[in-house]
């Protein structure tokens, strides 16, 4: 029999934390005096010095999560110390972007097609069914209004200017036509579904997707099982090639920050500080504002419910996966009352219809986007936005970095400039543990809640 590797003790995962945050500190430090005393050289070695320590302490993270913040701090340095240099990396920022936007329409495809057929039966779904999915849309949708809210209030992507903004000059005006509302519903319909994805009208397909599997969960189980089964391949065939190109994720990330820094300077660092700001009091405004409310008033046991849903969030919060937290998520909320048919249907379902973390932050980074292009969006242009991601982020959520394949949706169908995604993406890592966590407790309050709207009784 063999002997199970050996784990790190707690002193070494010390010790190995204090690396890490020495070296944030030396480079946050090279960072801050850059703008006091440029040019400077003990100062670029300082950050340089950050830079070798927080690559000493990667030799023990293969973690991907790691490595695209590393390349993030590598790109700024680079933007520093080479700006002329960093202009000719753009070109693998492009080469990851056009990676990743071949993935989205048959990805969503997929996932919306199985997600509708699998789980949405329409003749066996039932009362269970419906109740989960109006709550679904009903909690998704005031997510993603609040973060509108957020980013309209704190405008963090003001401060952020492209360079590439004069040559574009045609787009601001393109999104501040007046929109008729006329135009945009028949825009929504598909006249060709392959004119759709070669045009990457991701509205068209999303609709064209979700009329397909309305279409495929009325037919007989002989005759749904193989076209179901095919789009579950092509979901998880999608599902690993974005695992994939993911892996040049670093190199993508890092190349854009470096060829952003390079034109703009290190200005470029405090919008996405206060996005982080702005998504994480976002999150929270999420829990206290609609997540408290929706548990008393269904009458459930705050402080049971609390109880039960602590540990499946603490694991999403530590590995950033939802997928991570389904077993005992399930676990958890059948030991807390709900019935085990109820929590079979509603939380895998939840999965794919109900990422209230990942939907905030979707709304607000995408207008973070507008405000970083200079264009300023009406409410009704947001609204807009707003229901395009209800349709874009179903069942994309359980894709790693999936914010940057929904976010490339919308800039298409919205016309937003790509480059903004980029420097989002460095932050992403710091975001995602947060929405992850958000995700799972939704998932585990919809359970319950539907489980209170069936009769289920549940003890103080």
Not at 3 to 32: C, K
Not at 146 to 153: E, K, P, Q, R
Not at 198 to 214: D, K, M, R, T, W
Request: glycine residues 8%.
């Amino acid at each position: 029999m063999t002997n199970p590797p050996p784990q790190p003790s707690r002193r070494q995962s010390t010790t190995s934390h204090l690396v890490l945050l020495v070296g944030v500190l030396l480079f946050a430090l090279g960072v801050g005096l850059a703008g006091l005393y440029p040019s400077r050289a003990w100062i670029a070695a300082l950050r340089w010095g950050g830079i070798a320590v927080l690559a000493a302490a990667g030799s023990r993270r293969s973690t991907l999560t790691y490595w695209i913040f590393f390349s993030m701090l590598l790109g700024v340095e680079i933007g520093l110390d080479r700006p002329r240099f960093a202009e000719h990396l753009r070109v693998f920022s492009d080469i990851f972007l056009r990676l990743i936007k071949v993935i989205v329409a048959p990805l969503i495809v997929g996932t919306l097609v199985t997600g509708i057929a699998a789980h949405g039966n329409l003749r066996s779904m039932g009362r269970i069914g419906l109740k989960s999915l109006i709550y679904f849309e009903i909690v998704t949708t005031l997510a993603l209004l609040i973060g509108v809210v957020a980013i309209d209030i704190s405008r963090a992507g003001e401060g952020l200017s492209l360079p590439q903004a004069p040559a574009d000059a045609a787009v601001p005006t393109q999104i501040q036509a007046p929109l008729r509302w006329d135009d945009f519903l028949l825009h929504i319909f598909p006249e060709n579904i392959a004119k759709a994805v070669a045009e990457n009208q991701i509205l068209q397909v999303s609709l064209f997707a979700i009329l397909f599997g309305i279409a495929l969960a009325r037919l007989p189980e002989t005759k749904r099982a193989p076209m179901l089964q095919f789009c579950r391949s092509l979901t998880d065939t999608m599902f690993s090639l974005t695992k994939i190109v993911m892996y040049f994720a670093p190199v993508g990330v890092g190349a854009a920050m470096a060829y952003t820094v390079g034109h703009m300077g290190i200005g470029v660092l405090l919008p996405l500080g206060k996005l982080l700001i702005t998504g994480y009091a976002a999150l929270l405004a999420l829990f206290l504002l609609v997540f408290v409310p929706v548990a008393w008033m269904a009458g459930l046991p705050l402080l049971r419910l609390a109880k039960a849903v602590a540990e499946p969030a603490t694991i999403a919060f530590a590995t950033s996966a939802s997928e991570a937290a389904l077993p005992r998520a399930m676990e958890r909320m059948e030991a807390f009352g709900v019935p085990r048919h109820i929590v079979a249907f509603v939380i895998p379902a939840g999965y794919s219809f109900n990422m209230d973390g990942s939907a905030l932050y979707l709304s607000l980074a995408s207008i973070f986007v507008a405000q970083a292009a200079g264009i300023r969006m009406s409410l009704s242009e947001q609204l807009f936005m707003v229901f395009a991601l209800m349709l874009t982020s179903k069942g994309v959520a359980g894709v790693p970095r999936a914010v940057l394949v929904v976010l490339l949706a919308t800039a298409s169908t919205f016309h937003l400039p790509t480059e903004p995604i980029f420097i989002i993406l460095g932050i992403d890592a710091l975001m995602d543990m947060a929405r992850t966590s958000v995700n799972v407790i939704g998932n585990c309050l919809a359970c319950a809640v539907v489980a209170r709207w069936e009769g289920t009784a549940f003890t103080r």
